[in-house]
């Protein structure tokens, strides 16, 4: 299997019992893993989207983490996806998001 260049992380917020409960999922976060797939599609991104339980930074969220880069973003919405992948193709973070 050859592995994408970029995966993505998208919050959303699963405890331990399950249940999607979080800030991030309240925000609508599951909503980003198909419009990032296609953005990323669109734009000739390799990458995998997902979700994850619960990273511990409700007050941040949405949080979307792009990996292997290590950016951690916060207050992610569907415009500021646009701006991060933009930043993505040219090699850059949008270094006003960060939250890490």
Do not use: H
């Amino acid at each position: 299997m050859k592995k994408p260049d970029y995966l993505f992380l998208v919050c959303n917020s699963y405890r331990v019992a399950g249940d999607a409960q979080g800030f991030c999922n309240k925000q609508g976060a599951v909503s980003f893993l198909q419009y990032i797939t296609e953005e990323c599609a669109d734009r000739g991104i390799d990458a995998v989207v997902t979700t994850t339980a619960c990273l511990s930074v409700c007050s941040q969220g949405p949080v979307l983490v792009v990996q292997p880069n290590n950016y951690w973003y916060g207050g992610v919405t569907q415009d500021r996806i646009d701006e991060i992948l933009d930043a993505l193709e040219e090699g850059k973070a949008v270094e006003e998001y960060l939250i890490a």
